[in-house]
């Protein structure tokens, strides 16, 4: 009766630390900066970024509404840069080097990253946020970390600025 005991707590033990486990992925950006970023049960924690508003959006090279997002994100990164980041995951196949001329043509000012090199963050997202691939693909999180708004398609510059006023 004993050993039975101390089996079910072993176990019970042994499964709860399983379900608190956070993944933990890595993103290289495309002038070789590494993120570490955790999986939590409400969002995502990115070291190094602790404290800003993460506007993280999943977009393509060839999609329309993904190239009229970004001089949108472009002011929105000027506009609140001590409070914010923005990431941009290319997920139409640019490797880093293609992906890194692309951005210094747009003048991007904001993270940008390859699929590839995005580690398994956009498998992440798609299986907790069940997200099918449309572009453009937009995560707000707050300061905590936690994932506050979730949407597929382009938003209008107004209202990305009323949503980062939102969660400052």
């Known amino acids: 009766m004993k050993k039975l005991l101390i089996f079910m707590i072993i176990s019970l033990s042994f499964f709860t ?8 992925m890595t993103m290289t950006d495309i002038h070789g900066k590494t993120y570490t970023i955790t999986g939590t049960d409400q969002g995502l924690k990115i070291k190094g970024l602790e404290g800003k508003v993460i506007i993280l959006e999943f977009f393509g090279h060839r999609c329309p509404p993904c190239l009229a997002t970004i001089p949108h994100l472009i002011n929105l990164q000027n506009n609140h840069k001590d409070e914010i980041a923005v990431i941009a995951v290319e997920v139409q196949g640019y490797n880093n080097t293609q992906l890194k001329q692309f951005a210094k043509t747009k ?17 992440y997202i798609s299986q907790r946020a069940r997200w099918q691939g449309s572009i453009p693909f937009t995560l707000a999180i707050d300061k905590k970390g936690e994932v506050q708004f979730v949407h597929a398609g382009m938003l209008p510059e107004s209202s990305l600025e009323s949503l980062v006023k939102q969660l400052k």
């Open 17 to 24: 630390s399983l379900q608190a486990a956070q993944p933990t």
């Open 107 to 123: 003048g991007i000012n904001y993270i940008v990253a390859t699929d590839a090199n995005s580690g398994n963050l956009v498998t």
